[in-house]
């Protein structure tokens, strides 16, 4: 089975596991190791098989998939998708922050889905620039109390006033081609601002930086 990417679902819908089980069975590369319906019995479970992607429904009885997350991420065996409609997005953001790999709408085609768990397990979340950004603009509004002092300091780090511009765009859903074109920069120096501020942050993708910089305050503009 080398080489084969190890999935287990959980979400108490059993159409839905069903259609994603004959998706993976169907497809080469992947396999699913397990399932389960609600969140206890999957954190009991993804602790015992270990799959490479847990695949957790947010909202599901008894234990909610966040819980279920909270219990799972501290092993590192596993990398965690979550589940879900964006009405629930304020669940996923605490999942991000618990060091979830992303979020998969349930609407997500086929393709998207095998996408999604391909990109996770290669060590990547699995959000889009552009989702990115819907995302920290969703629950992130506007809050005088998450800005901190010094501006440009959090986790422990200064960031120096370029890093913050960059930083700030990768929030906002700008690719590095659109970063390097409105602060007139090459896509390999922004390549290096973020390679810098992943190892000084300790945080390995854009999503977790974007994170990071919102809990800090530094994506709003000094007034």
Known sequence: MSGVVSVFLADDDDRFRAAY???FDRTEGFRVAGEAGDGETAARLVGALKPAVALLDVQMPGMSGLEAARRILPDAATRVIMLTTFDLDEYVYEALSLG???FLLKNASPQEVLQAVRTVHAGHAMLAPEVTARLIRHFAPERPELRPGPRHAFAGQVLSEREVQVVRLVAR???????????FLSVETVRT???RMFAKLGVNDRTHL?????????LYEPR
Do not use: M, P, T, W
Request: no cysteine; proline share 0%; hydrophobic share 40%.
């Open 21 to 23: 089980r004959k998706l």
């Open 100 to 102: 979830a790999s992303g």
């Open 193 to 195: 601002y973020l390679r």
């Open 210 to 218: 974007a994170v990071l910089a919102h809990e800090a305050g530094l």
């Open 173 to 183: 859903g700008h690719s590095n081609q659109q970063i390097a074109d409105e602060l």
